[in-house]
């Protein structure tokens, strides 16, 4: 609720900018838009055995001394309004027994931050849990199992064999969980990840994932008909998709994506990095087109319009460490903003989101362990959540904003230019009829000839990294290329398969742009593969290349490859970015709420805020109202190393006939209540 001390005209954010254009923004209260959903303040927990910060201290929640949550992370997650946790996180879940994870700590000395400690950490914070299941470990019966363990009455038994319930009860819990949420799988269309340990890991097919998707559900709905089950897609994998929808996707009971976007991996210069940072204020609208396509694939598949999305790790997927790490710079917070209000639009069909991940690790929204004497201090990517917690309404109301806009230049998402257009897809094949590939080596391991214009490649059992034949087509800047493919195989099992890479001719060391397609194994006759690519403004050239992505496990076999078109497309454009992403809600005592994000990167923004329906006599001026701003010195800052750099103040607000009037630096977020 709003304090008293922030009431109109009494406070300034202390910093001046140079004003860009003026906004209004008009609040109908009367306009009920849906009921927000509290699920989409989610996060992930990280459970990582034989690692003592993760397997005993929970990176950094649990005190294995005293068998009980850390106060201080307790704290934070409530002030975050973290509402689900997601565990045992990330690629750690394929192959994951929870049944190691249970029972006396004296038979799991090393997994002291099990199950029942991940449970008692919702229980202190007041949120509910969603578990991830293997894959690559255990059946259905272990499915059914855990849901014993969780939801069963001490007595029932009711998968037979062990008694779980009992076991939980004698970990501390004699009543029932009652947990509903589970997930089948995390991310395994990739496949086990290859370790020394592992040097041939297997790959499911999303045939074979359809098939034990039903029959894990009939197992654990067996033992509790409430728990619901999430499957497998994935935003840009339509084909993993599509054999899953096929599958299973009438009796699913929900899907998850995780949506990683803008990506960049690698150490970049200050340049090109702020390029990253203004791709996440353009951000909105790709994750809008992610939700779309998914649901449009849903229901051209299995003619379903009700299937709602978890989106179960989501954030922007910036893997370096210089100029700083982008994925702890206050651009990303802003664009975890500008996601949060977008999962919320009820079209959309978010059941939930859990932003990856809460505390330490390597993203971690806090860092510091308690344990080893250091002060949790929150990084830039906490405080959208704690804003959305303590400040937004609890149901969607209509706004309207008349702003200005800006171009979005493109580059590592499409560019966000002038008016909107729709995709168009020229037919002239661009790909010459007499093409030839420019014969590279390729890596040791593998033979390659060249049979007219058909690449044949043969594996002989090492893990490649294969993009040796390449061919350079002239392309115009801005615009979308889709190149179309053929590609045969011969024995490629358990593994990642073959397919084609296209991204600019100046090679991905130069421009980290380029687009992936076709995952092609087992044997198989000729396959079309297709890979839609968005040229660089600079752009003068595609390059094509046969490839096949290393990490996957040994390959052996053999693969052929062959072009048949290259065809230009308008990409779809969103149309310039908005000056200011608005999110509008209100409280049962009829206090409207906004959450502001400003997404211009060089100006000020003076908007007016009107309540009333847009355009109508009588939308009144409020007269009592405060805000909040969340600001730092650049997109690029952090937290890191000064705790107060990325940080909340008061706002003045100001009361003018024509409205409420609040300045909003560039790149920020305001949080405005503005009472009945």
């Not at 400040?391 to 806009?405: E, P």
């Not at 661009?430 to 033979?447: F, H, N, S, V």
């Not at 100046?506 to 980290?512: F, I, L, P, S, V």
Request: aromatic letters at 10%; glycine letters at 10%; charged letters at 20%.
């Amino acid at each position: 609720m709003v304090s008293p001390k922030y009431w109109l005209g009494c406070l300034l954010c202390g910093v001046s900018f140079a004003a860009g254009h003026e906004a209004v923004i008009t609040v109908n209260p009367a306009q009920i838009v849906g009921k927000v959903n509290p699920l989409i303040l989610g996060n992930n927990q990280l459970a990582y055995p034989g690692r003592p910060e993760y397997a005993k201290h929970g990176s950094g929640l649990w005190d294995p001394d005293k068998r009980a949550p850390v106060p201080e992370y307790v704290a934070l997650s409530r002030e975050a309004g973290i509402t689900i946790q997601r565990w045992p996180g990330g690629c750690i879940a394929h192959n994951y027994n929870w049944k190691k994870t249970v029972g006396p700590l004296s038979e799991r000395p090393d997994m002291l931050w099990g199950l029942p400690e991940f449970m008692t950490f919702c229980e202190a914070s007041g949120s509910i849990p969603l578990i991830t299941l293997a894959v690559y470990w255990g059946d259905q019966n272990d499915a059914a199992d855990i849901v014993e363990y969780l939801n069963s009455p001490v007595g029932k038994n009711p998968n037979g064999g062990k008694d779980w319930a009992a076991v939980r009860a004698a970990d501390g819990h004699p009543q029932p969980y009652g947990v509903v949420y589970f997930e089948y799988g995390n991310e395994d269309y990739h496949g086990e990840h290859k370790t020394a340990d592992n040097p041939n890991p297997r790959k499911i097919t999303p045939e074979d994932y359809a098939k034990q998707y039903l029959a894990y559900q009939k197992a654990m709905k067996a033992v509790d008909s409430k728990i619901r089950l999430a499957g497998l897609l994935q935003y840009g994998l339509w084909d993993w998709n599509k054999a899953v929808l096929v599958g299973c996707g009438k009796q699913m009971d929900y899907a998850i994506d995780h949506t990683y976007t803008p990506g960049f991996s690698g150490d970049t210069d200050e340049e090109k990095g702020h390029k990253y940072m203004l791709a996440c204020l353009a951000a909105d609208a790709h994750i809008q087109d992610v939700y779309d396509r998914l649901h449009a694939q849903i229901k051209e598949v299995c003619g379903r319009t009700n299937m709602q999305l978890a989106i179960t790790e989501y954030n922007g997927w910036f893997v370096q460490e210089k100029p700083v790490p982008y994925r702890q710079a206050f651009g990303n917070a802003l664009r975890n903003a500008e996601h949060l209000r977008v999962m919320m639009r009820p079209q959309n069909r978010i059941l939930m989101g859990n932003f990856w991940q809460f505390a330490n690790e390597y993203w971690g929204m806090v860092k510091g362990y308690v344990h080893k004497g250091e002060t949790p201090v929150k990084q830039a990517n906490f405080f959208p959540y704690q804003m959305y917690h303590e400040r937004f309404g609890d149901t969607l109301i209509g706004v309207q904003v008349q702003c200005g806009n800006w171009d979005f230049m493109g580059g590592p998402l499409p560019a966000r230019k002038g008016k909107p257009t729709e995709f168009k897809l020229f037919e002239e094949n661009l790909l010459p009829k007499d093409y030839t590939w420019e014969e590279r080596g390729p890596e040791a391991g593998i033979t390659q000839t060249f049979e007219g214009q058909v690449v044949h490649a043969t594996f002989s059992g090492n893990d490649p990294n294969y993009y040796a034949p390449k061919l350079n087509v002239p392309a115009d800047p801005d615009t979308g290329y889709r190149v179309t493919g053929l590609v045969r195989t011969d024995g490629i099992d358990n593994t990642r398969g073959v397919g084609f890479q296209v991204g600019d001719a100046r090679g991905w060391t130069e421009t980290k742009s380029c687009s992936l397609g076709g995952s092609v194994t087992g044997t198989s006759d000729w396959t079309q593969v297709e890979v839609e690519y968005t040229t660089l403004p600079e752009t003068t050239a595609i390059e094509i290349i046969a490839r096949r992505l290393g990490g996957g496990g040994n390959i052996s076999g053999q693969a052929w490859f062959k072009l048949v078109s290259v065809q230009k497309f308008i990409p779809k454009n969103a149309g310039a970015v908005p000056d200011l992403g608005v999110n509008a809600a209100k409280r049962a005592d009829g206090t409207v709420t906004l959450m502001i994000v400003n997404k211009n990167p060089e100006q000020a923004v003076p908007a007016t805020i009107r309540v009333g329906a847009a355009g109508r006599v009588g939308a009144r001026v409020p007269t009592r109202a405060g805000a909040w701003i969340l600001t730092a010195p650049s997109l690029e800052a952090n937290n890191l190393k000064d705790p107060n750099t990325v940080k909340i103040t008061p706002l003045e607000v100001l009361k003018t006939a024509e409205g409420l009037q609040v300045t909003l630096p560039p790149f920020s977020m305001a949080a405005v209540e503005i009472e009945p």
